[in-house]
């Protein structure tokens, strides 16, 4: 899951102890980032981030075959 820090929130990632970016990271689908989920310290996006989506090209609906 993608996660972003709740602005003024400062969550520090469980094994490496470094700070999440503010630009938000994938993160496992663990009790931890959960719980920081229900507490209101980060929120979750369906997709990745901005950067990473920007260069993938835009989905089009398929064709309609008759």
């Not at 490496?16 to 993160?27: D, I």
């Not at 920081?36 to 609906?61: N, Q, Y």
Request: aromatic content about 6%.
């Amino acid at each position: 899951m993608w996660a972003i820090p709740t602005p003024g929130a400062l969550v520090r990632d469980p094994f490496t102890k470094r700070p999440l970016p503010l630009e938000g990271a994938e993160v496992p689908e663990t009790s931890f980032w959960l719980r920081r989920l229900r507490d209101g310290d980060i929120t979750v996006h369906a997709e990745a981030s901005p950067a990473a989506t920007s260069s993938r090209p835009a989905l089009r609906p398929a064709p309609v075959q008759e």
